[in-house]
């Protein structure tokens, strides 16, 4: 850069691009991958370790557990998961086949959930996932009572963090034989689902349809209802009263295989202002813990996950980070990328249906690149590192189960943070709203 | 409960719980079950009744029922003596639910395979998402019905609400009165042979033989905005 040359602020480059790119183009920009902004997160927030005040447990050598029941409200059998962290749903279409069945596998070797997405249930997804989670979503794509049945929970979507309000989308290069039949739709066709479910509106209706399901499954699965962080405290509130077992809120830092940017960018709240809401909500109508609630949008550490935990969540749900684990943005990759217009760190066209690590797209060609077994041992490695580093973080603070990792050990780096996930500013006792 | 002497097994809500009823429904096993008939008394306007289903059974629904009656159906045949709530039949896959009096909202919707026929009228978004099952009305539908209809026939003989088959795919769809208006990509398009056919079948399916074929007009997608073109942008 020669000196001399500024770059604007409120015109930076990036604007610039869109400007002429919009110009140009005249659509929105599509693409995948979830909010590329700086937002208040997780990394906002720091845990205190045990000194004096508080006892350690020994970090090499002390038990501290992981285990988590999902459903326990209502559901004849909830699941039983080794770990809190479940893998979040992505459809068959969204990924390829060998990319879901790697996540079926990872998610069984770690004895935790996987998720199916919008576009119906696959049978490798099935058989390699033992604990398998099937969404109803407003498309109702490929929804048929055979997988709910053989399903053990359901999760009713009413919304996702990357686009609350809107619906799925699916572009025609990625509508395969195999996609558009699963969807009863034309080949080709570049799929824009509804936002809102055909056969309900409102929490009244909601709670009616959690009673069919319920009824159509004989009481035995655990219904899950997912919302994108908006509203959160109403939202989870009227999901309670519709009968919910177990809520998932999904902040704006949620991944997409397809979503206008603008959306991505734009709507929604932080996952940490969305966490402090949530248990907010559950604790107001005493059900904190007795509906469990998994958070996602940006979980990307052990850290993370820990930090979620002690805000109060029960679990969390990974969908980005698996992705990348399985080989996604791998730096063995960055000429492909190029070829691409992109490069290794940076590519975010899921929706094009070209990638060259065989995830996103329905191309047999490029999925046949990744090998399921070794994408389930990556993901499989991925969760194992989260899994030790929250418990390496809980012992420290000396917790025995992950779950009891709580606010109190908790402080904010930001006055930002400190205000959304109501814990004080480090080294005061100042909680912007809450105390002055 | 009881079976009365003409084979027919009674179930009556006013004194047996719907989660019986239902359980009861669902253990039907088999393409030969040893009950075949049923009845249900007093559904008051009980909400899932007869949901979840998949056997080759009868149920005679006696009354007026709630939400999601018959819905996600397989196999069976369910009679409603009286109107039935939002989304009856909801996402069913074959068989076949029969609403004696009038259907409220969203009828049918996202259903895969069988038969919806409704006697009366059917309220906004009858057919919404159908992927698959044939819907006939004897009376007229309202508003935003077909909406994104992908597979399947539904069959109007009164009138259609505004936006019909608003983003339809490849249903098609039949009315033989007034059409207050056809949502985004949905036009009228002519009825050949094969489509008087097609409805004929579909009518005498319905019971509905009194019925001419050739009084109906025929609607499906333009197929304007399959592929997301800018140019259709103000289409939506």
């Known amino acids: 850069m020669e000196p001399g040359l500024r770059e604007s602020f409120l015109y930076d480059r990036t604007i610039i691009a869109e400007i002429q790119r919009a110009a140009r183009e005249g659509i929105y920009d599509i693409r995948g991958f979830g909010a590329k902004r700086r937002l208040p997160h997780f990394d906002d927030l720091l845990l205190l370790g045990a000194s004096v005040s508080r006892y350690p447990l020994e970090g090499y050598r002390e038990k501290c557990a992981t285990d988590?029941?999902?459903?326990?409200?209502?559901a004849r059998k909830p699941l039983e998961l080794k770990i809190?962290?479940?893998?979040?749903?992505?459809?068959?279409?969204?990924?390829?086949?060998?990319?879901?069945?790697?996540?079926?596998?990872?998610?069984?070797?770690?004895?935790t959930a996987t998720t199916t997405g919008d576009g119906g249930m696959t049978e490798e997804e099935r058989q390699s996932s033992k604990t398998l989670v099937y969404q109803l979503l407003p498309s109702r794509y490929g929804m048929n009572p055979n997988d709910l049945r053989r399903a053990d929970a359901i999760e009713i979507v009413v919304g996702q963090g990357a686009k609350p309000g809107g619906g799925g989308m699916l572009l025609g290069h990625k509508i395969s034989d195999r996609v558009a039949a699963m969807r009863d739709l034309p080949q080709g066709i570049d799929q824009r689902s509804a936002s809102r479910h055909p056969d309900w509106t409102g929490p009244d209706d909601l709670e009616i349809k959690i009673m069919e399901l319920r009824e159509i499954t004989d009481w035995e699965k655990p219904v899950f209802v997912k919302v994108g962080a908006t509203r959160t405290y109403y939202d989870v509130q009227l999901a309670v009263k519709a009968g919910a077992d177990a809520i998932v809120?999904?902040?704006m830092q949620g991944g997409t295989a397809a979503t206008q940017d603008v959306f991505i960018e734009h709507a929604g709240i932080p996952t940490l202002a969305a966490t402090r809401l949530a248990v907010d909500a559950l604790q107001e109508l005493d059900m904190h813990r007795e509906v469990q609630l998994i958070v996602s949008g940006g979980i990307r550490t052990g850290a993370d996950v820990a930090k979620a935990l002690a805000l109060g969540a029960d679990a969390v749900s990974i969908g980005t980070g698996v992705v990348i684990a399985m080989g996604d943005n791998s730096p063995e990759l960055d000429e492909a990328y190029r070829e691409l217009g992109s490069a290794a760190g940076y590519y975010d066209d899921w929706h094009a249906g070209l990638d060259p690590a065989g995830i996103s797209t329905q191309d047999d060609r490029l999925a046949a690149r990744l090998d399921p077994a070794v994408a389930a041992r990556r993901v499989a490695n991925y969760l194992r590192v989260l899994t030790l580093e929250a418990q390496t973080l809980a012992r420290a603070c000396g917790k025995s189960h992950v779950h009891n990792l709580e606010p109190e050990d908790l402080v904010a780096l930001t006055v930002e943070a400190a205000a959304m996930a109501r814990v004080p500013l480090a080294g005061t006792d100042w909680i912007p709203g809450?105390?002055? | 409960m009881a079976v009365a002497a003409t084979g027919v097994e009674v179930v009556d809500l006013a004194s047996t719980p719907l989660r019986e009823l239902n359980q009861r429904l669902h253990d039907v096993a088999g393409d030969d079950p040893a009950i075949r008939s049923w009845r249900v008394l007093n559904p008051n306007g009980m909400h899932a009744v007869a949901c979840g289903i998949?056997?080759?059974?009868?149920?005679?629904?006696?009354g007026h029922v709630g939400y999601y009656c018959a819905g996600m159906n397989q196999r069976a045949t369910v009679r409603v003596r009286g109107n039935a709530g939002t989304g009856v039949a909801e996402n069913?896959?074959?068989g076949t639910v029969v609403v004696g009096g009038n259907a409220s909202q969203a009828a049918g919707a996202t259903g895969r395979g069988g038969m919806l026929v409704v006697h009366g009228d059917a309220a906004a978004r009858c057919g919404i998402s159908m992927k698959g099952v044939d819907v006939v009305v004897r009376g007229s539908i309202g508003h935003m019905s077909a909406f994104m209809a992908q597979r399947g026939c539904l069959v109007v003989c009164g009138d259609a609400g505004d936006a019909l088959g608003d983003s339809i795919y490849e249903a098609h769809l039949y009315v033989r009165g007034a059409v207050a208006g056809l949502g985004a990509d949905c036009v009228e398009k002519e009825l050949r042979e094969n489509h008087v056919a097609e409805l004929t079948a579909l009518l005498a399916r319905a019971g509905f033989d009194d019925v001419d074929a050739s009084e109906f007009r025929r609607y499906g997608s333009a197929r304007e905005l399959y592929n997301f073109k800018v140019d259709n942008a103000g289409a939506y």
Not at chain 1, 68 to 74: I, K, M, Q
Not at chain 1, 89 to 105: C, H, V
Not at chain 2, 54 to 62: L, M, N
Request: no cysteine.
């Open chain 1, 68 to 74: 988590v029941v999902l459903g326990t409200r209502f």
């Open chain 2, 54 to 62: 998949d056997a080759p059974v009868e149920v005679e629904i006696a």
């Open chain 1, 249 to 251: 809120v999904d902040g």
């Open chain 1, 434 to 436: 809450l105390r002055g």
């Open chain 1, 84 to 111: 809190p962290i479940t893998i979040a749903g992505m459809s068959f279409g969204a990924l390829s086949a060998p990319a879901k069945e790697a996540l079926g596998r990872a998610a069984t070797e770690l004895g």
């Open chain 2, 92 to 94: 069913m896959m074959s």
